[in-house]
């Protein structure tokens, strides 16, 4: 069974590579030139844009659109409604990265408002931003989530009740990953807890899903991918670790050089 | 005294590890994801983000406040104040580092109009920017300091005088780091020049002191910590000098592997 | 020929060494970091601003001006046609990076506005960009030139006639750069397809350009020797290549290392 997915993941790795999608993000300034990078590492072509008056130009053109909360405002959130919802009519996958959603009423309040105009086609956030995305009003200390002890099946019936409410892939990220349509459910084991502790690796990881989601229908196996990729280069850049900064720079060095040789390294399992 | 100084900086050091401290960042968007790595690499958490609507709610989970003034607009001045008035109100410390002060009219009437509103519990910035601060019209070149020549008793009375006005720490960065509040005075010979040729080191130092602000409530000794780390950091990243973009990598990696060991390289007094 | 062509630009390079020249950026949130790292890593000082209230003194402390449309919105527009037109009056060299200029008509109008209010020294684009400026409505793919396959004679032709409407240089960069100032013309061979691989080498030629610029009123050797720069080292950072994260920093490491022995490495010729 883990073979044959990883021969159907490959196929998206390759057509990414043969079709260099673009990747339209309306983002955060923090880490957009990270999300940017890991784009073209991953064999797309990014293009952050988040003017009210040229997004629906720009997205009309894009395969994939990422809408990311992290430093948002008001202009942000309008220009969000705007290109998601010509990417609604595009039939052009929309992927949702709540960064700190469940750290003010103003993210929650706009999120709402997002949730409500557009259709998405992936929601990814850590535990504590799923939950507000489901309307439990859990506190989050930032943009990191509280508390990830929680039982793994509630964490996998939270996931199933998000896909289910907003007809979606729900991605929970966290020790190990949840992956679910509402019906299937994939379990990924790989990751290293260094990932924490760089900046925008939760923004890179929804950059690299919608990348995937980009060059085939089946969202549920790209968002699987693009989980699995971050996950894997990240262990991949612990080898011989000598700090934050260059473990950093093997991270982009090992997406740049993933294959299906790397894939196979993938921990996961379908429930 | 400078062994019993090394054991009251760990104890900060290792208070950041244990309680990762959220820290609040309004800041300017060439440098945010330096300073929000450079706060992971010692152990917090950070956060930006400058939106009007949320600044209160976000300061609220901070155990600090770092309010810097590179790429300064009306709007983000707003959100500093607001920001800081809320800081204030919570005895959570606020971080000043009025970035390029000197150079416009603009950020100087910003700046007064954030000290009149704001109580700071340090600011930090080059000789250029500190005369400004205190009243003193020194026209800089950009973000960086003209004139580092003058003489030290100059430099360690402006510092005094800053601290006294504005009842907070002062940090003075140059090829000598002054850092005072008023009585005691810390000078710190550590540091390079390549720490001049990458930008955002001066934020970074900023965001490092915040980080060591939230844990304790000796600003003084902190501050000196913050200090010390970039100028100690700065040194040993400069080994097997390769350039600038493997010595930015490796100033990331010391930090991120920064101990009681490295503190002992620190060179610095008390006056 | 070339010989003595190497002498001049070996001048420009020690003349920013020696003079560390103010450049001002009025540009997008992707790449701002790697554009001031590269201007330091070439021996200039970087400032980015682009509040309305402050463009015109900081330009007025400036050498040049580099402006970058990428991540655009009608306040930097704003913001490009004050500080040009100031930079105008003081005759400060103003550089014009159109990114992505054939992606939407926003772009088009803002540039259109800018070009009609600002005389610059310097354009620098992909061939769509160009095209674009020049009137062709070539829609681009994102911020990426679709089709860099023209003729050779085409692609001169249309650089010649762009320097001769806007009465400045005009560079090309593609698989060939081209230089000209409307009468000779610089061909540049140098280069990698990885500098098309990482954000913002475009954005950073632009700022290699602009600092060349600022220390001599021969805008043609100065573009030609800051598209040389970012050639060599892009060829100098594929050896021993391990991905593109070290490709990146290796990149910034040639950049700060780079002296006349490295531009001897130069493949250019004139027509």
């Given at each position: ?14 057509e ?21 990078n ?14 009210c ?10 395969s ?6 992290g ?16 990417a ?18 103003f993210?929650?309040?706009m ?16 535990l504590?931003?799923?939950k507000?995305?489901y ?11 509280v ?39 994939y ?5 290293t807890?260094l ?7 939760g ?7 919608s ?11 790209a ?7 971050m996950?894997?280069c990240?262990e991949?850049?612990t ?10 720079v ?22």
């Open positions: 069974m883990i073979l044959k997915k990883i021969d159907q993941l490959t196929e998206i790795l390759l990414i590579k043969k079709q260099n999608p673009l990747i339209h993000h309306i983002t955060n300034y923090v880490t957009a030139n990270d999300c940017a890991i784009v073209l590492a991953l064999g797309g072509s990014p293009i952050m844009a988040d003017c008056e040229e997004v629906e130009e720009i997205v009309s053109m894009a994939a659109l990422t809408l990311n909360l430093t948002l405002n008001e202009k942000t959130a309008n220009s969000m409604i705007i290109a998601g919802k010509k609604n009519r595009l039939k052009i996958p929309v992927i949702l990265d709540p960064v700190g959603v469940g750290a003010t009423q993210r929650r309040e999120l709402k408002e997002i949730l409500e105009e557009v259709e998405v086609a992936v929601i990814k956030g850590n504590t931003e799923i507000n995305i309307g439990i009003r859990e506190k989050a200390k930032g943009v990191d989530s508390n990830d002890g929680i039982f793994y099946e509630e964490k996998k019936g939270l996931a199933i009740e998000v896909s289910k409410k907003f007809k979606c892939i729900t991605v929970i990220t966290g020790k190990e990953d949840i992956i679910t349509d509402g019906g299937k459910v379990i990924v084991e790989n990751g807890p990932l924490a502790k760089i900046t925008g690796t923004c890179m990881t929804a950059s690299l899903i990348t995937c989601c980009s060059v085939t229908e089946n969202y549920l196996l968002s699987l991918l693009g989980v699995l990729i996950g894997i990240g991949l850049a080898i011989e670790n000598r700090g934050l900064g260059s473990f950093k093997k991270l982009f060095d090992h997406i740049s050089n993933f294959t299906k040789e790397e894939l196979k390294k993938g921990r996961f399992y379908e429930e």
